[in-house]
């Protein structure tokens, strides 16, 4: 007999979320995402890699998300890693055209930038998409820029833009009730 066994499938079923951001339409059928599952040694990293960034930005609310990163049971980084635009010229990125945005010389904060808008809307659906599925497994989840920028600005992952997503299967929902940054 196991109690409490919860926890033992988690890596499988992280593993499913990203099956599903994977999964979601992308523009034009281009597939840009890139996803990564990390273990705890990851996760303690990028939690002190959160508070430094709160050090430099002087955004205090990445420290308050560092301690969700921490006591989260798992947690999965969706990212964006551009291999170029759409084509549409549709202005959205701040540019008449694709080819002047793709001539700007691309910058880099957190993120790396500037995209094609479509990209960005692939990012999107594929961290809804992750969101549903792990509504559906029942695993409590947070979307936390603050840890995906992190990843990125430390270069912990290879990609231009990332969200996190930590996710826990404990009997209360730690990612709310969190006290405020203010």
């Known amino acids: ?61 990445l420290i308050r998300d560092a301690k969700n990163v921490r006591d989260a049971d798992s947690l999965v980084i969706i990212g964006l890693k551009s291999s170029g635009v759409s084509s549409l010229n549709c202005g959205a990125c701040g540019f008449e055209t694709c080819d002047d945005m793709v001539k700007q010389k691309k910058t880099k904060v957190e993120f790396t930038g500037p995209h094609c808008m479509i990209k960005y809307m692939d990012l999107g659906i594929a961290i809804g998409a992750a969101a549903a599925k792990a509504k559906d497994l029942c695993i409590d989840n947070r979307v936390l820029y603050s840890a995906g920028a992190a990843a990125c600005y430390f270069d912990m992952i290879d990609a231009d833009v990332a969200m996190a997503m930590p996710l826990s299967v404990k009997g209360k929902n730690i990612f709310f009730d969190r006290p405020s940054t203010r």
Do not use: H
């Open 1 to 61: 007999m196991k109690q409490n066994p919860e926890t033992e499938v988690l890596e499988s079923l992280a593993n499913t979320i990203l099956v599903a951001a994977r999964t979601a339409p992308k523009g034009k059928g281009v597939d840009d995402i890139v996803t990564y599952l990390f273990n705890e040694k990851d996760r303690m990293e990028l939690a002190d890699k959160m508070e430094e960034l709160s050090d430099i930005k002087g955004m205090k609310f």
